[in-house]
């Protein structure tokens, strides 16, 4: 941080001033005049914490994305099939069992075990071939999607909300002061503010898990060489097997998520998969704080967009994703 | 020699006969939204057309019709792309397509494309498609949005008392023709319409949408429809909306109000307005309910159909009966057919219905309320039947010409 004001004055200074900026607007009472010019603070707040609950989500879908390709340089154009099977299969277990958290623990354990026989049955035999594995996983995402299709048919679903996650919370953010002088409160969807913490508490331990531990060192040092790593004695294939089971898992999770507070119909996977290549790509490949900027940066910009440029919303993503390109290709946060 | 030719003459005899008795066919393509946000609208749509088929029979005089089916996703580009595939591909001559109200502006263009085909409109709604610059061969069995919409002004303004509403739609021509229909009607009232939201077909995050949605208004309009009024609703519901709402057609619909999961009880009370009623007593309707229900096991269908199932039934109907009419002729470029279809008057479930001049129907519409059964389903109940709706809403066609065509921002909210 220190190093990064001393190298970059400039931009530390604009940084803050936005960071003060969005701390006024989301703090203050704002004045009539604001207030007539950009709409009510009530809705601005919500789209704020929308668009960061949204990137919660697509930091689940992206972070296992982001995963595979950093350590095996596998390209898994087939992590949207994952997310959609995720959540159909927890969508029956939770209509089956009612268990909400049961449903989470399934959809993770099958999928991780999809993710199992994809790299044994299919990435092992294309190690290092980037063009045959992209064709291969869209292909079978075809595959995939009409299988599901065939199962699950056309119709949507939705995993039922635990009854005690349904409605709205006060959160102790004032939108605004009635004539009487009674502070009025930010009212918000429980349900979301629970899956935004839940993937905080996935993204730092997944962070402390590469970053802390000896399995993480071993993913770290595979991702830098894996020659050498396998040289020096570590069953790396066991390891490339985990870290797809994990990644495949986590996209199962984002599938119950997003069958949550979203639904399941097919053509969800091609949208998460798009959605999570533009987080990667913004964020950098291969990096789980990137995946996390990139996936808040993505759902801020969804949602600020749909509610304050409705027309143009679809643009906005696609615009970052193309200024991230230009001017910083390897992405905001990658390390290299 | 002469054996030979005893035996090409005895071959060909048997292969002449061969072909008397194997039955003509006529072939006609019909299009669905079996993909995308419209599915389960496209599916029920589906099942309407096999319930006037299992009524009607797929005899046409000696003739036996043919129904090649193919899948859109409420794109008018995917419509297209379907229509061509069925005409190039398998030879249709007729067309009952499409589902959705872009799809229906596109296939109306693309008709004048073949004018010798006959193309029967199966449930789109978009004003435009047969008010602008219609296609001759282009036939719409089904009232337009705006069409469906009428009473429900009026009946939000003077029995419901509302006086101040917004809207909140999916961001195209059907939806556009529904909110015109409405905002017309309401603040002819003397109703005040103070905001309107568009939303991208296929928006599967409402939550911001929700969060603007003013509070100073006495109802919401929600014009919505498949997966979007789903996602839409069961958002409201996490977010604790408590507004009262006002439903399009195909939100107050048995699509989303046989849907699963509790979100769709926000919508006990609501009023809306629809080419159909799910109560309503008529015996041609409850024959077309029992007919439905009756075509498919329990689980496999709603309740009761929908208002696609409803359109795809009529149409359906109109086609074979016109087609029984000139006994299956298709010569001379369809003549004879696309005369008796734009001649026929159908008996439809949902009351009678005729063509215009532009080969748009006029027929009846309903006021209706969500109400639950008791037993946790829901059903829109009839408040009032208006027959005799007109494509121009019962204005005088030079008064409505200058109204404009549905937008975003079309009609201004004043009196016509």
């Known amino acids: ?336 | 020699m002469l054996k030979s030719s005893l035996g090409l003459i005895a071959l060909s005899s048997l292969l002449l006969s061969g072909t008397a008795f194997a039955q003509e066919k006529i072939k006609v393509g019909v299009t669905a939204t079996l993909e995308g946000t419209y599915t389960v609208l496209g599916e029920d749509g589906m099942r309407g057309h096999q319930t006037a088929l299992n009524v009607l029979g797929k005899k046409v005089g000696d003739k036996e019709l043919e129904f090649i089916v193919a899948s859109t996703d409420a794109t008018p580009d995917s419509a297209v792309r379907a229509v061509r595939k069925l005409i190039e591909q398998d030879k249709v001559q007729i067309l009952l397509s499409p589902l959705s109200g872009d799809e229906g502006i596109a296939v109306k263009n693309f008709a004048k494309t073949h004018p010798e085909l006959t193309f029967v409109n199966a449930a789109s709604g978009a004003q435009e498609t047969t008010y602008v610059d219609p296609a001759p061969n282009f036939f719409r069995y089904n009232m337009d949005g705006a069409q469906w919409q009428v009473g429900l002004g009026k009946y939000a303004y003077e029995t419901k008392g509302y006086r101040k509403i917004a809207t909140v739609g999916e961001d195209y021509s059907f939806i556009y023709t529904q909110v015109f229909g409405l905002v017309l009607e309401f603040c002819g009232a003397g109703g005040q319409v103070t905001n309107r939201q568009w939303v991208p077909l296929g928006t599967k995050d409402f939550a911001s949408v929700i969060a603007a949605l003013p509070d100073d208004v006495d109802a919401i309009y929600l014009g919505l429809g498949g997966a979007d009024a789903v996602n839409f609703l069961n958002q409201y519901q996490q977010a604790g909306g408590k507004a009262h709402l006002m439903g399009g057609s195909i939100m107050i619909d048995q699509t989303i109000l046989s849907s699963k999961g509790s979100a769709k009880n926000a919508l006990i009370g609501t009023i809306a307005a629809s080419g159909q009623a799910d109560t309503w007593e008529d015996p041609g309707w409850q024959k077309f309910v029992k007919a439905y229900q009756d075509s498919f096991p329990e689980n496999k269908r709603f309740p009761s159909p929908s208002l696609l199932a409803t359109n795809y039934y009529g149409s359906t109907m109109a086609l074979i009966l016109a087609l029984r009419q000139v006994n299956g002729d298709l010569s001379n470029n369809q003549a004879k057919l696309k005369d008796a279809l734009a001649k026929i008057e159908i008996d439809a479930p949902n009351g009678k219905i005729k063509l215009d001049a532009n080969r748009q129907a006029i027929g009846t519409n309903f006021v209706t309320e969500v109400v639950d059964d008791g037993k946790g389903a829901l059903f829109s109940k009839v408040v009032k039947v208006i027959p005799n709706v007109n494509q121009t809403l019962g204005y005088d066609p030079a008064v409505f010409a200058k109204i404009g065509l549905p937008s975003r921002t079309v009609p201004e909210c004043k009196k016509y």
């Open chain 1, 1 to 336: 941080m220190a190093r990064f004001i001393e190298r970059h004055p400039v931009w530390a200074l604009i940084v803050i001033i936005a960071v003060a900026v969005l701390a006024w607007l989301v703090f203050a009472i704002w004045p009539p005049g604001l207030e007539a010019a950009i709409g009510r603070k009530r809705v601005f707040l919500n789209a704020v914490l929308n668009g960061i609950t949204l990137g919660g989500l697509y930091f689940l879908v992206a972070s296992g994305f982001t995963l595979i390709f950093g350590l095996m340089r596998n390209v898994n154009l087939a992590h949207g099939s994952l997310y959609l099977f995720g959540g159909y299969v927890g969508y029956a277990v939770s209509t089956w069992t009612g268990s909400w958290i049961l449903s989470f623990i399934v959809a993770f354990v099958a999928v991780a075990l999809v993710g199992v026989i994809l790299q044994l049955a299919v990435f092992r035999r294309m190690e290092g071939q980037d063009l045959r594995q992209t064709m291969v996983t869209i292909g079978l995402s075809i595959v995939f999607a009409d299988l599901m299709l065939w199962v699950f048919g056309g119709d949507f679903y939705q995993v039922q909300t635990p009854t005690w996650l349904i409605g709205p919370v006060q959160l102790p953010l004032l939108t605004a002061i009635k004539s009487s002088g009674e502070p009025v409160y930010l009212q918000y969807p429980l349900v979301r503010l629970v899956i935004f913490a839940a993937s905080v508490v996935i993204g730092i331990a997944m962070w402390l898990a590469l970053n802390r531990t000896r399995i993480g060192m071993i993913v770290r040092a595979g991702v830098d060489d894996r020659d050498i790593l396998a040289a020096t004695g570590v069953r790396i294939q066991l390891v490339f097997v985990l870290v797809f089971a994990l990644g495949a898992g986590l996209a199962g999770i984002a599938g119950v998520v997003g069958g949550t507070f979203q639904s399941l119909s097919p053509g969800e996977d091609t949208r998460f998969l798009l959605a999570s290549l533009v987080v990667v790509i913004v964020g950098g490949m291969g990096s789980i704080p990137g995946a996390a900027l990139g996936a808040v940066i993505i759902g801020l910009a969804e949602q600020l967009g749909s509610v304050y440029i409705p027309t143009y919303a679809i643009v906005v993503t696609f615009l970052i994703m193309v200024l991230v390109l230009a001017l910083r290709p390897q992405g905001l946060l990658a390390r290299r």
